[in-house]
């Protein structure tokens, strides 16, 4: 039997009495000048007709039964319905229509009984414009490698007709590697190296026992770490309910990079301090805002810095986490971004120094308050983790097309689950960078509003460090 491995088990069967554990990006794109009125509706007919060999990783999935002992194992198909994972929409209706659509395909489950994505080809968006939806079980695929998926099936040509649809197998895409760079794997990944350094595990022990102790000394005495359980309890901290909230919204890279030159910082720390004054002032107009600083769990690579023991790097990229204090207790936006940097900055090094294993072990505390408590029987103004994930995705570097249609904007939808019922994803792609947010309907019903509080924390943020025009 093709066994899953403990991770991606786990999540199937924390599935059944929690949150769909799938991932999810939106393509928006305008059709090339010489589309026909029927242009969306004959590529949903090719992408059904398509009789290319499909990827490896999306003819597979997750089965438990009698017949297996009650173990998850991976079962193959030869061939896929196409007619069930390739549907076709329409929205009669602007922005806040077609992403309220989009919260609705993302809160349905993905049937377990056959390979577990679904994508939507949708029109009827403002302009002529159509979208692109795919979502994939985090079990099949993260999130990195699913953007890496869809623009694998992208050209820099717009004159390319007659290109196959993403599920394609070109030949080159390896089956489901136990690496992964979405947040939740990104959680856990580092916990599948410690076999490797289980012949060094008195270094590992070490590692964690030094890394501990400098985060209680770094958390009294420069304010820039968090302790287990030093995040104040929020809504994004509660259950989640069956509804999801969608939105997105796109700003120029070079926005970012001004603010970047001018203040000395990364545009990561740009895009964090933007997103902490947003929940700041959410929060605060709501009279919700706690006197302490909210908290992020940031993901690090540490690609190049740890290897396992055998020396290999099978398992790809590997990530370790920092908790990032946000700020939200500053009122300066240029006071805030310092306090950013500086922690990344330190978290980074404290990452490059210790590994990814250390790095989970010494968070496993946070991680566990995070997403464990809000299902027990405890007092609701009891401390948290950390409030939400943020993270950031690559994405292509130039513009990119699909038989001619040009992809405007692409975004990444990303997990939420209990005690974690917010989740902020960024994508870089081509000159901007797209940031989506993902909630449970019941504790963000106007999650439209974080849009322009986006534009209005930049705003600031721009002139808080002397970036005009």
């Given at each position: 039997?093709?066994?899953l491995?403990?991770?991606?088990?786990?999540?199937?069967?924390?599935e059944?009495?929690s949150?769909p554990?799938?991932?999810?990006?939106v393509?928006?794109l305008?059709?090339?000048?010489?589309?026909g009125?029927?242009f969306?509706d004959r590529?949903?007919?090719?992408?059904?007709?398509?009789?290319?060999?499909?990827?490896p990783?999306?003819?597979r999935?997750?089965?438990?039964?009698?017949?297996t002992?009650?173990?998850w194992?991976?079962?193959?198909?030869?061939?896929?319905?196409?007619?069930?994972?390739?549907?076709?929409?329409?929205?009669?209706?602007?922005?806040?229509?077609?992403w309220?659509?989009?919260?609705?395909l993302?809160?349905?489950?993905l049937?377990?009984?056959?390979?577990m994505?679904?994508?939507?080809?949708?029109?009827?968006?403002?302009?002529g414009?159509?979208?692109?939806?795919?979502?994939?079980?985090?079990?099949?695929?993260?999130?990195?490698?699913?953007f890496?998926?869809?623009?694998?099936?992208?050209?820099t040509?717009?004159?390319?007709r007659?290109?196959?649809?993403f599920?394609?197998?070109?030949?080159?895409?390896?089956?489901p590697?136990?690496a992964?760079?979405?947040?939740?794997?990104?959680?856990?990944?580092?916990?599948r190296?410690?076999?490797g350094?289980?012949?060094s595990g008195a270094?590992?022990?070490?590692?964690?026992?030094?890394?501990?102790?400098?985060?209680v000394?770094?958390?009294?005495?420069?304010h820039?770490?968090?302790?287990?359980?030093?995040?104040?309890?929020?809504?994004?901290?509660?259950r989640?309910?069956?509804?999801?909230?969608?939105c997105?919204?796109?700003?120029?890279?070079?926005r970012?990079?001004?603010?970047?030159r001018?203040?000395?910082?990364?545009?990561?720390?740009?895009i964090?301090?933007?997103?902490?004054?947003?929940?700041?002032?959410?929060?605060?107009?709501?009279?919700e805002?706690?006197?302490?600083?909210?908290?992020?769990i940031?993901?690090?690579t540490?690609?190049?810095?740890?290897?396992?023991?055998?020396?290999?790097?099978d398992?790809?990229?590997?990530?370790?986490?920092?908790?990032?204090?946000?700020?939200?207790n500053?009122?300066?936006?240029?006071?805030?971004l310092?306090?950013?940097?500086?922690s990344?900055?330190?978290?980074?090094d404290?990452v490059?120094?210790r590994g990814?294993?250390?790095?989970?072990?010494?968070?496993a505390?946070?991680?566990?308050?995070?997403?464990i408590?809000?299902?027990?029987?405890?007092?609701?103004?009891?401390r948290t983790?950390?409030?939400?994930?943020?993270?950031?995705v690559?994405?292509?570097?130039?513009?990119?097309?699909?038989?001619?249609?040009?992809?405007?904007?692409?975004?990444?939808?990303?997990?939420?689950y209990?005690?974690?019922?917010?989740?902020?994803?960024?994508?870089s792609?081509?000159?901007?960078?797209?940031?989506?947010?993902?909630?449970?309907?019941d504790?963000?019903?106007d999650?439209?509003?974080?849009?322009?509080l986006?534009?209005?924390a930049?705003?600031?943020?721009?002139?808080?460090?002397?970036?005009?025009g």
């Open positions: 039997m093709n066994l491995n403990p991770l991606d088990a786990a999540m199937m069967t924390a059944l009495v949150s554990m799938h991932v999810g990006a393509l928006l305008s059709p090339p000048a010489d589309a009125p029927d969306v590529l949903h007919r090719d992408a059904l007709a398509n009789e290319a060999s499909i990827d990783r999306l003819r999935y997750p089965h438990r039964g009698v017949d002992a009650g173990i194992v991976w079962r193959d198909v030869d061939t896929v319905d196409l007619s069930r994972h390739c549907r076709r929409r329409r929205v009669s209706g602007g922005h806040d229509v077609f309220r659509l989009i919260g609705e993302d809160a349905e489950r049937d377990r009984s056959c390979p994505w679904m994508s939507y080809l949708i029109d009827g968006l403002e302009g414009r159509f979208a692109f939806y795919v979502k994939v079980h985090h079990t099949i695929i993260d999130g990195v490698a699913g890496q998926m869809i623009a694998d099936a992208l050209s040509n717009p004159m390319c007659s290109m196959p649809p599920y394609t197998d070109y030949g080159q895409r390896p089956l590697s136990p992964s760079t979405g947040l939740l794997h990104r959680v856990v990944a580092p916990a190296l410690l076999a350094v289980a012949a270094g590992l022990i070490e590692r964690v026992i030094t890394g501990e102790l400098s985060t000394v770094a958390s009294l005495v420069r820039t770490t968090v302790l287990p359980l030093g995040a104040p309890r929020t809504r994004f901290n509660g989640l309910g069956p509804a999801r909230a969608v997105a919204g796109s700003w120029p890279k070079d970012i990079r001004a603010v970047q001018t203040a000395g910082v990364t545009g990561n720390d740009v964090n301090a933007v997103l902490a004054a947003v929940l700041r002032r959410w929060l605060g107009d709501r009279r805002l706690p006197t302490q600083s909210l908290v992020a940031c993901p690090i540490v690609r190049g810095r740890t290897h396992s023991a055998a020396g290999n790097d398992y790809g990229n590997r990530f370790g986490l920092w908790l990032c204090p946000l700020g939200t500053f009122d300066d936006p240029a006071a805030r310092a306090m950013i940097h500086r990344m900055s330190e978290g980074k404290w490059s120094k990814s294993a250390a790095s989970l072990l010494t968070t505390g946070s991680i566990a308050a995070t997403v408590f809000p299902m027990l029987p405890l007092p609701q103004k009891i983790g950390y409030n939400l994930p943020i993270s950031h690559p994405g292509p570097r130039d513009e990119m097309y699909f038989n001619g249609a040009h992809v405007e904007e692409m975004y990444p939808v990303s997990t939420v209990d005690g974690q019922a917010l989740n902020i994803t960024t994508c792609y081509a000159d901007r960078i797209g940031i989506g947010f993902v909630a449970g309907a504790v963000l019903r999650i439209d509003s974080l849009i322009p986006t534009e209005l930049l705003c600031e943020l721009e002139t808080a460090v002397g970036v005009h």
